[in-house]
């Protein structure tokens, strides 16, 4: 999938972001149930995934199931914990042709053994690609990985090992479960929802939004163009005045 003549390959967002929503909504308008739509929905993450691959995207991460997200109906669950294992046992080689590089941020131990073992395999074979990463955001909630980030400084200082004078941003941001990774330039949500949904509170807070109306499984690579394209032509000031800005 080559890159559109519309974007700026020099202007490529280094993180994307994306709250993939609709599927359930998508497969009503089908007149199918809500698990048909979240299949349809993972052709959607092989389309958007080849395309951050191909047009420089260093980091997606791609909000796969929320903490909230567990009390769904059992079946519905499962059914998206049986796509999640096939998705990652069908694209490892993939992974591995194109050097992607499979992380994930979230409580994953509560996910059923099966399906964690896979993951934790996937990422193990991945370890060393460096093209993209692909960050599944799973069991995951921002407020929990605030909290959790907050605990381990507050039993820190409680120990003597940290002064609570030296708690900063990058003090916050070494605890969470994005330690490693940059945060997002670009944060995407389909579905006609404008909202969060308590997904990288921390991170995102100089990202550029994009809302959408289409509904995740019609998401595909010429959506995804349009969200860049769109990124692109916004002024990114981060607290600064626009003749700041441009005068560097």
């Known amino acids: 999938m080559p890159i559109p003549d519309s974007i700026d390959p020099d202007r490529i967002p280094r993180h994307v972001a994306i709250i993939m929503d609709g599927n359930g909504r998508w497969a009503k308008q089908q007149g199918?149930?809500?698990l048909y739509g979240h299949g349809v929905g993972v052709v959607s993450v092989q389309e958007i995934v080849e395309c951050a691959t191909e047009w420089g995207v260093e980091v997606l991460t791609l909000y796969a199931f929320s903490t909230e997200n567990w009390k769904r109906p059992v079946d519905e669950v499962g059914g998206l914990m049986g796509l999640l294992k096939n998705y990652l046992l069908k694209e490892l080689a993939k992974m591995v042709k194109n050097s992607i590089r499979?992380?994930?941020?979230?409580d994953i131990a509560k996910l059923p053994g099966d399906v964690?073992?896979?993951?934790?395999?996937?990422?193990?074979?991945?370890a060393a690609n460096s093209r993209l990463t692909l960050n599944l955001a799973l069991s995951y909630g921002g407020r929990a990985e605030l909290i959790q980030a907050i605990r381990k400084i507050a039993e820190d200082v409680s120990k003597g090992v940290l002064d609570v004078s030296a708690i900063d941003e990058r003090l916050i941001d070494s605890h969470l479960y994005t330690a490693e990774l940059p945060d997002p330039d670009l944060l995407i949500r389909t579905g006609g929802e404008a909202r969060l949904?308590?997904?990288?509170?921390?991170q995102a807070s100089y990202a550029e939004i994009y809302f959408t109306d289409t509904m995740w499984p019609d998401f595909r690579e010429q959506a995804f163009a349009s969200a860049i394209d769109e990124f692109q032509g916004r002024e990114r000031r981060f607290g600064k005045t626009s003749a700041q800005v441009e005068g560097g």
């Open 197 to 202: 949904s308590n997904f990288l509170l921390w």
């Open 116 to 126: 964690r073992q896979v993951l934790e395999d996937t990422m193990r074979e991945t």
């Open 32 to 34: 199918k149930p809500r």
């Open 102 to 106: 499979l992380t994930c941020i979230g």
